[in-house]
């Protein structure tokens, strides 16, 4: 059975860093691009960050702040989020896309609140 399972959402303070996890169950994990979207309320959902075998990619409002990366052995991908805003709130969620077809696989979201 396909899953992605997210951890690591909460509350944390402005400033504040939290690490979201995305473990893949039930595909060959080194062939998605794995991705981390996010949609916050009363907005589209959006893409935030980006990871291929080898190259990382993201969006302009975290650039600088956030970090993607897989470990291939663990199956996981992870989002390390630093210095938060308000802005950041949200439910974040973990996606793979296949590299040879047009499968694609949602998890079901973990929540992201950054408020004092």
């Known amino acids: 059975q396909v899953q992605l399972v997210e951890s690591g959402g909460g509350l944390v303070q402005p400033g504040g860093s939290l690490r979201l996890s995305c473990a893949a169950l039930?595909?060959?994990?080194?062939?998605?691009?794995m991705r981390w979207y996010r949609q916050a309320p009363g907005k589209e959902r959006e893409l935030v960050a980006a990871?291929?075998?080898?190259?990382?990619d993201y969006s302009d409002s975290v650039k600088g702040r956030f970090t993607i990366s897989r470990d291939n052995a663990k199956n996981t991908v992870y989002l390390q989020m630093n210095n938060l805003k308000p802005e950041d709130t949200a439910v974040y969620y973990c996606?793979?896309?296949?590299?040879?077809?047009?499968?694609?696989?949602w998890g079901q979201g973990t929540q992201v609140t950054v408020s004092s």
């Open positions: 990871i291929t075998g080898g190259s990382t």
């Open positions: 039930g595909f060959s994990f080194s062939d998605y691009v």
């Open positions: 996606n793979a896309l296949s590299y040879y077809s047009a499968r694609i696989y």
